[in-house]
Nanobody, 121 residues
Framework: QVQLVESGGGLVQAGGSLRLSCAAS????????MGWYRRAPGKQRELVAL???????NYADSVKGRFTISRDNAKNTVYLQMNSLKPEDTAVYYC???????????????WGQGTQVTVSS
C-alpha cells in the first residue's frame, strides 16, 4: 500500500507565504513525477507545479515566479513553497505522485487527501 500525506495548509493574508509538504510512504520502488494540483470552489482541478525524477519542473502560468516546487528523493517528499499569495490561490491543494511499487510494475498515480489553503484579502 502507498500513502501520500500532505501538511502545511492554512489561512494566510494576501502577500504572505505558506509551505506545503507531501510525504509518500509504503511499498515504494521508485517515484517518477511528483506534483501539486488544486481545486478552487466551483472550478475544475488544475495543475500547479510538477517535478520530474530527472529534476525538471513545470509551473502553471498563474504561479510562475511565486511558487517553487522541490523534492527530497531520500525522504520521498515533495514541497511547494508559495510566496506572494493572492486570494485567487485559495483552494484545496492535492499532492500527486507517479509511483512504481516493484521494478517490473508500471507506475501508478496516487493522490493525497488534500490540504486547504485560504488567502484572505
Amino acid at each position: 500500500q502507498v500513502q501520500l500525506v500532505e501538511s502545511g495548509g492554512g489561512l494566510v493574508q494576501a502577500g504572505g507565504s505558506l509551505r506545503l509538504s507531501c510525504a509518500a510512504s509504503g511499498s515504494i520502488f521508485s517515484i517518477n513525477t511528483m506534483g501539486w494540483y488544486r481545486r478552487a470552489p466551483g472550478k475544475q482541478r488544475e495543475l500547479v507545479a510538477l517535478s520530474t525524477s530527472g529534476g525538471s519542473t513545470n509551473y502553471a502560468d498563474s504561479v510562475k515566479g511565486r511558487f517553487t516546487i522541490s523534492r527530497d528523493n531520500a525522504k520521498n517528499t515533495v514541497y511547494l513553497q508559495m510566496n506572494s499569495l493572492k486570494p485567487e490561490d485559495t483552494a484545496v491543494y492535492y499532492c500527486n505522485a507517479e509511483i512504481k511499487r516493484r521494478a517490473w510494475l508500471g507506475a501508478l498515480s496516487y493522490w493525497g487527501q488534500g490540504t486547504q489553503v485560504t488567502v484572505s484579502s
